[in-house]
């Protein structure tokens, strides 16, 4: 069973800060990308950020360029997003993923295994 665990959620006001980490065993993940995604309700989900496993070919969704950035850090086993200047429209849960390929994209199908999520709330 493959684990994948996020953290580093939780409650920040508007114009704030908050760092996800998204851990995996290094077997698991250091030679595949990895991306991030955002579930709001009553929205559908929405791709974040991916980046390859040698921390290269990243990608971002619209909605997060300029504020969000991921990179990979502890022999490419982590994947970090770095989320500046948040909106309430941030708020949502977030999910990391392990793609099934070396390059990661934006499609939620090229993601093999995923985790729980953790919640992140902007306050306006």
């Known amino acids: 069973q493959v684990q994948v665990k996020e953290s580093g959620g939780g409650l920040v006001q508007t114009g704030g800060s908050l760092t996800l980490s998204c851990g995996t065993s290094r077997r698991t993940s250091s030679n595949n990308g990895m991306g991030w995604f955002r579930h709001a309700p009553g929205k559908e989900r929405e791709f974040v950020a991916a980046?390859?496993?040698?921390?290269?070919?990243?990608l971002y969704g619209d909605s997060v360029k300029g504020r969000f950035t991921i990179s990979r850090r502890y022999g490419n086993s982590t994947a970090v997003l770095q989320m500046d200047n948040l909106k309430p429209e941030d708020t949502a849960v977030y999910y990391c993923?392990?793609?099934?390929?070396?390059?990661?994209?934006?499609?939620?199908?090229?993601?093999?295994?995923w985790g729980q999520g953790t919640q992140v709330t902007v306050s306006s």
């Open positions: 980046i390859a496993w040698n921390g290269g070919h990243i």
């Open positions: 993923a392990i793609g099934r390929s070396a390059v990661a994209g934006i499609s939620p199908s090229g993601y093999a295994y």
